[in-house]
Structures are given as C-alpha cells and as structure tokens.
C-alpha cells in the first residue's frame, strides 16, 4: 500500500522499559527488528458510494504483510496473482527487484451496503543479500496459522518463530508477528518466548506497563531484548512484532527500502520511466511524488 498520507504524527514517550509511539516509525525508534512501516488502517466505513481503490504502485527490498481485522481487500499483482484476504489470514508479497500490485474492494462488497475495513499494512526490510531476489507472494488462511490459548489469551502466530512455534509464512530473517486477545486481565510474560527487538501494538483495550496505563492506538517498544511483562486489562487486544535487527540502516523512499541509496535512486529512475513489470490488464499509475515531507 503507498504510504503517502499515512504517518500519523506522534507524541513520543519513556516509560522506562518502554517508549511509547504512534506506530511506525516514530522519532525515537525507526524500526523494530527488520519491521519498518506498519499502517494502522480504520477501522474505516466503506460503501456505497466510496471504495478502496489503491492504484498501481511499486515495492522494492521489502515484503508487505497484509492483517485484516475486518473486512476483505482484494489483492493483484505484477506476478498474475489475484487474491482475497480475509480476516485473519496472511497475504505475504515479496516485493525483492521489484513488484507492482492493487489494492481494491472486492466486486462482492460493491453492493450498495456500507461495510467495515479495519487491519494492518505492514513493510518488512529484507535482508541485504535478499533486497534483490525474484519476487513472490504466499497466500495463508487464518486456518492455517499457530494457535493457542492461556488461561484467558488466546494467541495467534502470524509470522516467523514465538513461544515455541513456527507460522508457514516464508520469511527471510530472524522475526515474529504475535496476535494477542484477552477477555480477562491478564499477565504477558515475554521473557524467553520472544526474540529481538519487541514491539506491541495496543489494537483495542489497554495494557499496565511500568506503572503506566497505555490505550489503544499506541505502540510500545522494549528497551530491552527479550525482557519485558505487562498486563493487558480485559477484552484488550494486542500485536505483537519484531525480532533480530539489521546491522545496516535501511533507507525509504514512498514505497521503495533499500540498504543503499543508488537502489532507490534506480528505483526513482525505472517508476518514473514506467519499466516496472505491471498488473495484468491495469494500466492504472500512481504518480511518484519528487519529494517526500
């Protein structure tokens, strides 16, 4: 998804073991393991007379992660693929030397009726030796995903490797991606079932942390590896992201990540020159803006 208009201005704060956020990035921390973008989407009222229609637009060096909580996206790319997400299921695009893709509501959800859209658009940078590999894009169904239940949180393993188990989705680096729901208050303990860098996102509820009380619509990052506990209060609603950090800084530039700057320049070069592979039968576009705020 273009992240033009999508930056949320946030107000930053230490809590201690924490700092505090509106997602990502936000000034005091720019990625959390190889996580560089998330986008909160709604939720959103679509219907019947606006819908998604995300144009034509270009990824390098990434793959995007699609969540939703509600509603459905349909999603096409430069690779001939076509598919719906639902929620709870993953779509996982690894963008590499380069891909285009849409993001529209389905034909099905043109009907005239308001509908909710509510999820997450997240960028993970590959790592150095896999910013230019062939792209690919993997398709799971919530079915097909970890899950398990403590006491009162159930859990979800979206992506990569936590408390002893492993998603399907191919990722290329050391990472996890933990959907937590509680009905009741409940201790998280993270300690030895996460590793890396650690970020949570507060989707719905609250959570105790460090004495402080933090609502939805935040993002908490541990200071410290591997370590941290806080308590959700009931019917809180958490994701849980991260893992090991690059050793290279990652640069962006809209849609384009890289470790070096001459690739986005390229990159610049060959989405303004329309040499980008394209989706079958779009000739939709989406200008580059020349410079970015």
Sequence with gaps: MSNIDLIIEERPRDIGDFLVGRLLPFRKKRMVGPFIFIDHMGPATLGPDHYMDVDQHPHIGLATLTFLLEGEIMHEDSLGTKQVIAPGSVNWMI??????HTE??????????????????????????KENITPEFHHFDKKDLPKW???SAEFTLVAG???????????????????????????LDIQGNLSGEIGICVVEGAIKACEHHVEQGNMLVSKLEDACALTMMPKTHLILFGGKPFEEERYIYWNFVSSSKEKLEEAKDRWRKKEFPKVPNDDTYVVMPETMA
């Design 149 to 151: 239940k403590d006491q």
């Design 95 to 100: 963008a590499g030397n380069g891909v285009t």
């Design 161 to 187: 490797k936590g408390y002893g188990k492993e998603s399907p989705v191919p990722v290329h680096s050391e990472l996890f991606m933990v959907e937590i729901f509680s009905e009741e208050e409940y201790i």
């Design 104 to 129: 529209r509501t389905p034909e099905n959800l043109r009907n005239g009726l308001k509908h909710t859209v509510h999820g997450y658009q997240i960028w993970v940078a590959l790592p150095k030796e």
